[in-house]
């Protein structure tokens, strides 16, 4: 089934599984410079235990959460606070009152319908890390999928990691929406019987039982994009880790990705975190701002590092 999508604003979120790579960083550098071009950006931090975006926006941390979405009825749209930054609000996904892992179903509809409901051009998420359902789930919503990762063998073991928690969730919830969800548990389950190793074996082997599942599969999968970010790089050939995550998802799971930029470390990102200062307002001309620029502008125009798409 095709969801035709009435909003008028565009979901972005960032994940990743690993910890610590720079989701919240380049999610927030996004949106402040989506802003500075005039959009009309919320974002969203979707870290439901950790949550540490207004860091990164040089402001302290607001006293509204989605605790008086959820316990006291407030609209999202007042729970939004102003960042220093023009056009650029902030909401916080703090829910004090519930372990960030027992937000119940139906609470997670009714936020996701009310997300969608804001009135603005872009909806950024910032993820936790992990593979958490409630992580998952949010990540599915959004129109584009973003995946940060670092040059180093075990966030990108990570990010397989993430990917097949990604895209195991959205067929069995697509399965499932066709009373069909115990058909990709039980091949997964099965998979030695069907000599089905990874992921992508996995799929063929879906699309081989009947003409209805492949059909499901294609609507599912063949619109199905993620974008990567390389960041923290500091050589050339670190920029070339992005190349070859993009291989390993074509030969692991028959995904295509789009590899959409890299940005450089630099030390005075956590200066900024530490003095409370925006990164992207301090250092408009910095290698790394010109990085976030580029990567932002490649997501809107449909490019890749250099490469028309
Ligand atoms: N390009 C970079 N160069 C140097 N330091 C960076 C860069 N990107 C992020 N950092 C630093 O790495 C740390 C982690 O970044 P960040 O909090 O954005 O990661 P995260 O993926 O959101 O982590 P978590 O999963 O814990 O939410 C921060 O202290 C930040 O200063
Ligand atoms: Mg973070």
């Known amino acids: 089934m095709v969801s035709i999508k009435k909003r008028n604003c565009e979901i972005w979120a960032i994940g990743g599984g690993k910890g610590g790579v720079g989701k919240s960083f380049i999610i927030s550098s996004m949106g402040n410079y989506l802003a500075s ?20 926006l040089g402001i302290s941390k607001p006293k509204v959460t989605l605790t008086d979405f959820f316990d006291n ?19 916080i ?20 319908r009310h997300v969608e409901g804001l009135d603005t051009d872009y909806i950024l998420i910032d993820l936790g890390g992990g593979t958490h359902f409630n992580t998952i789930d949010t990540f599915l919503l959004a129109d584009k999928m973003l995946i940060a990762i670092v040059p180093e063998i075990i966030a990108i073991e990570n990010v397989y990691y993430f990917l097949k928690n990604i895209l195991f969730r959205k067929l069995v919830n697509a399965f499932g929406a066709h009373g069909l969800k115990h058909v990709v548990r039980d091949a997964w389950q099965n998979r030695g019987e069907h000599n089905v190793k990874n992921f992508r074996q996995l799929i063929d082997h ?3 039982m009947s003409d209805p599942i492949r059909q ?63 990164y ?12 976030i620029e580029r990567l932002t502008e490649n997501l809107l125009e449909g490019r890749q590092l250099g490469i028309k798409t």
Request: with cysteine; aromatic share 10%.
């Open 216 to 278: 499901i599969i294609n609507e599912e999968l063949s619109s199905f994009t993620i974008y990567i970010i390389l960041n923290q790089i500091r050589t050339s050939e670190d920029v070339m880790v992005g190349n070859s995550v993009k291989s390993i998802c074509i030969k692991y799971f028959g995904l295509n990705t789009q590899y959409i930029g890299y940005v450089e470390y630099d030390d005075f990102i956590s200066r900024c975190i530490n003095k409370r200062q925006a």
């Open 37 to 56: 071009k005039g959009k009309k950006v919320v974002l969203i931090d979707a870290d439901f235990g950790g949550a540490n975006l207004h860091t990164f």
């Open 73 to 91: 009825k407030l609209p999202l749209n007042e729970l939004i606070v102003d960042s220093s930054i023009p056009n650029l609000g902030l909401l």
């Open 93 to 112: 996904g703090t829910i004090r009152s519930l372990a960030p892992d027992s937000i119940k179903y139906t609470q997670k509809l009714k936020l996701f």
């Open 206 to 208: 879906l699309r081989g």
């Open 280 to 291: 992207m307002e301090t250092y408009p001309t910095s290698r790394c701002a010109k990085e």
